[in-house]
């Protein structure tokens, strides 16, 4: 019989949904060696969180992370939380010895990234980063085709995250775009997600240099809100503290070159992540808004026919498509998700570790703060090792 995993969700807004959903249906997908436990939903709102626990079928809900974290029938924590929150949630969930899952960035710094990375050594539970864009089939067969050397030796990245809802100067100063919540702005929240696919994809980052603009100074205070998006404002206005846009380049330890782009104004952009890999051999480009296609070019076609073809990664031979629908049938982003949270339960019952983990969030955020050194000193910064 399959081992139970209980389950304590932390977070019930944007994310706790889109984990809430995960949670629910890996089980239906995908033949999973832990049966997974919906056993409690954490939220500060008691009439918010008791709602999403009875619409997606939690057992139970707390209303604050010391309950939950006391309760012996808790195996593992999922924080969703806003990010200044992660740093002491994650360190209290490893001094009661479970399990972790955790939104990206790992931390508001490189140093409390090294305390939580230690911390769960420490206590030797397993830990995870929801980077969960690595288990969209499509990246994860570029990554397949990378390893086995179909794209040959890499010379360069190129990778740009493209929003523009923020544009609006009306609308409001929410809590993504202040630094003592968020950290940073487009830069921790989208250049995190290309840091961790270059890393996936290339390997180690060398150097680093960049620049940060924030277009819009002042937007007007929220009164209301803590979604993700926008609540009730007043007419007093607040300064912006997070970046709106960062552009940089890098070089990775084995010789290739990185460009990256991440912004909240692109016009026209609504989750635009887009990866292009180049290499001797040919080349791989993905692109979220077409999550299900991967273009390949392979320099050893025919020279009259050469050229970028798509594949459809949708057949039961792509990563993780076996669990989902005949071929051409597309799954979303929410997939992505269920995917990740088969795979940790896996790693549960076997009692084996879970990439991308908390030395991956470290190294990602090594690497952001890298880029946020150089944006000031407008200089290149080193990444240590």
């Known amino acids: 019989m399959a081992r139970d995993m209980n389950v304590g969700l932390v977070g019930y807004k944007f994310m706790g949904k889109a984990h809430s959903h995960a949670w629910a249906d890996c089980a239906r997908y995908f033949p999973l060696k832990a ?6 939903i954490c939220g500060r709102n008691e009439e918010g969180v008791k709602a999403t626990a009875a619409n997606w079928g939690w057992k139970s809900y707390e209303t604050s992370i010391e309950k939950l ?9 999922d924080i969703t939380t806003p990010n200044n929150a992660h740093y002491e949630m994650v360190m209290k969930a490893a001094k009661a010895r479970k399990h972790i899952a955790c939104e990206k960035p790992l931390a508001m710094d490189v140093s409390q990234a090294r305390e939580m990375l230690a911390a769960v050594k420490e206590a ?6 929801w980077h969960n864009y690595r288990r969209a089939p499509a990246l994860a067969l570029a990554k397949r085709m990378i390893d086995q050397g179909l794209i040959g030796t890499i010379y360069h990245i190129r990778a740009n995250y493209l929003q523009d809802w923020i544009m609006d100067p009306k609308f409001p100063l929410a809590w993504r775009l202040r630094k003592e919540i968020a950290g940073s702005g487009s830069h921790g929240d989208l250049n995190a997600h290309l840091i961790d696919t270059a890393r996936y994809l290339v390997g180690e980052f060398a150097s680093v240099t960049a620049t940060f603009e924030t277009f819009i100074k002042e937007r007007p205070v929220e009164l209301e809100g803590g979604s993700l998006f926008a609540g009730k404002t007043s007419e007093k206005m607040g300064p912006v503290t997070v970046d709106d846009a960062v552009i940089a380049l890098a070089r990775f330890k084995n010789g290739a070159l ?3 782009e991440a912004t909240r104004f692109a016009m026209g952009h609504k989750n635009g992540k887009l990866i292009e890999v180049n290499g001797s051999k040919g080349s791989v480009r993905f692109n979220l808004e077409r999550l299900n296609e991967l273009e390949y070019y392979n320099a ?9 073809r798509t594949i459809q ?3 039961p031979s792509h990563p993780y498509m076996a669990g989902y629908w005949p071929p051409g049938h597309i799954i979303g982003y929410e997939h992505t998700f269920i995917n990740a949270a088969a795979d940790f339960a896996n790693a549960f019952a076997e009692g084996k570790p879970i990439k991308p983990d908390f030395e991956d969030g470290l190294r990602n955020q090594i690497v952001l703060e890298a880029m946020a050194e150089s944006a000031k000193k407008k200089t290149w910064v080193e990444i240590p090792n």
Do not use: C, E, Y
């Open 124 to 129: 030797r539970v397993l830990h995870m980063i």
């Open 35 to 40: 049966n997974v436990v919906m056993k409690a």
């Open 300 to 308: 050893d076609d025919p020279k009259d026919l050469v050229g970028f």
């Open 313 to 315: 990664a949708t057949a």
């Open 258 to 260: 990185g460009t990256f």
């Open 69 to 77: 974290l006391a309760r012996p029938d808790i195996d593992m924590v």
